[in-house]
């Protein structure tokens, strides 16, 4: 549902507000709430790197985006640069 949620890269309070009382509907901790919140953001930004990474580089301007689009998902930087790191490795792109 979270990915569904930002699967336009932004997350309203109205969204936030549906899911959070989903998930306490469902008796899910705050913890399991934010560990899933986070991995949607991961998917949605792999899927966004998937696009940078097409011919097998990054240039700065398609970094540019992949750090704007985890901004806009409310990832910090450093998990922004971990994630595109972990894409590379991944890959066999380093």
């Given at each position: 549902?979270?990915?569904?949620?930002?699967?336009?890269?932004?997350?309203?309070?109205?969204?936030?507000?549906?899911?959070?009382?989903?998930?306490?509907?469902?008796?899910?901790?705050?913890?399991?709430?934010?560990?899933?919140?986070?991995?949607?953001?991961?998917?949605?930004?792999?899927k966004?790197?998937?696009?940078?990474?097409?011919?097998?580089?990054?240039?700065?301007?398609?970094?540019?985006?992949?750090?704007?689009?985890?901004?806009?998902?409310?990832?910090?930087?450093?998990q922004?640069?971990?994630?595109?790191?972990?894409?590379?490795?991944?890959?066999?792109?380093?």
């Amino acid at each position: 549902c979270w990915a569904n949620a930002m699967c336009d890269h932004q997350l309203s309070t109205t969204e936030a507000a549906v899911l959070g009382e989903m998930a306490q509907g469902l008796g899910i901790s705050e913890a399991r709430v934010a560990e899933l919140k986070r991995d949607a953001q991961l998917y949605l930004l792999e899927k966004v790197l998937e696009d940078a990474f097409h011919d097998f580089r990054m240039s700065i301007e398609e970094e540019d985006r992949v750090v704007q689009v985890g901004r806009s998902l409310g990832l910090p930087l450093a998990q922004t640069q971990s994630a595109i790191q972990s894409f590379r490795e991944r890959r066999g792109l380093v």
